[in-house]
């Protein structure tokens, strides 16, 4: 598999465009459905130049129905491929919850993803945050999804060998991990050998600094700049990824009650100028944000309102925020 280029290069950045956010109970936060045609002109803004790399985060998942075959339609945003236009491309999340442990069945379902989205597609990330084991709409609740991820990337890996596709690159990620969970990766390295870890191209990290717990203004910027390189540092390197690009998969701040829209802004200003500061040294391949659109902006809860743009789209502060950090740091 080709690597992703070093970090001393311009940021890739993406966005989740979909309406649909997970919630920390295991629901979803759902409201209107997306308007393809505003989605699309969204993406345009935000990319700034059509020959300018950009990712489009879709999500598809396996569980104990999922029919073998496919075709497998993204679950969010629906008809994901129809954004992979021009330089855009998908960064496809391939999620499992089989609750029977159906190992060989994600596996075969990866290679499948591989056959019809393979053309359209940059980053195909193997399960989403499997260190998360007490919610049942991440990966980490569900049994084997360990193994899941040592067996998936050399899976898919060899299927995007086998089809040509050496632009497609392989990963996973995780939540930050501390305490006992800081060897999460490095049981998976452990676990996975040299079959496994030859076969990865990027890390991700999913990551929401003062939105779960509160960072003052003045301690934001140190704050992911220490967290960034705890990752790096603790996590990675002593399991044997320190060459690894790591990538922000998701982040976001929601807006709503006593969550301002201006404040959104400047978290999205702060951290993205942190991420860019520190992709040499720490060798950060590049930024997605969750998300492009509130989910329902009618309501209240923390979940429906991540969106750059209210439901109907119309931009909040953070959106032209974000559209000159991408002209600023972009590829």
Partial sequence: MT???????????????????????GGLAVGPPDDPAQVSAALDLLQGSPDRPFLVRAYTHFDDTTRP??????????????????????DLVAQYRSAAGDVDGYCAFLGELVEQYGPVTRTLQVAEEPDVTTNPVLDGYHPRVREVIVRGV?????????????????GFN??????PATAFVAELTALGGRE????????????FPDVFRPVATADLAPAVAGLLRHHREAVLAPAGLGHLPLHITEHGWPTGPERHPERQAEVVETVVTAVAELAGPLRLSGYTHFALRDADSSRPGLFHRFGLTTDDYAPKPAFDALRALVARHGS
Avoid: K, N
């Fill in 3 to 25: 690597r992703i280029p070093s970090a001393s290069a311009p940021l890739l950045f993406g966005v989740y465009p979909g309406g649909a956010t997970g919630d920390d109970a």
């Fill in 69 to 90: 075959g496919g075709p497998h339609p993204t679950a969010t945003p629906a008809g994901a491929e129809r954004y992979a236009t021009g330089a855009r491309r998908l």
């Fill in 154 to 170: 050399p899976a898919a890996a060899a299927r995007a060998r086998a089809l040509g596709h050496t632009h497609l690159r392989i």
């Fill in 174 to 179: 995780t939540t930050p991990l501390f305490g």
């Fill in 196 to 207: 496994f870890t030859d076969a990865l191209d990027y890390v991700g990290l999913d990551f």
